[in-house]
């Protein structure tokens, strides 16, 4: 009896770390997406703060 409760610990231990270590993998995933639209953003950020820089100036006159 023992030999079978050491079999089925052993193999609720693997599929635990299986698990975890496919948590792992998505949440590393995840990370790479995130970071990959910062890039984005911040490559789109850096194309568009300067002109913005330029007009707001007259918008905010012609609000006035």
Do not use: H, Y
Not at 33 to 56: F, Q, T
Not at 57 to 62: E, V
């Amino acid at each position: 009896m023992e030999n079978e409760d050491l079999a089925a610990l052993l193999g609720s231990a693997q599929q635990v770390l299986q698990l975890l270590v496919s948590a792992m993998e998505g949440a590393v995933e995840t990370m790479q997406n995130i970071n990959s639209a910062a890039v984005r953003i911040n490559s789109l950020l850096d194309e568009i703060e300067e002109p913005l820089r330029a007009v707001i100036p007259f918008l905010t006159k012609a609000a006035k």
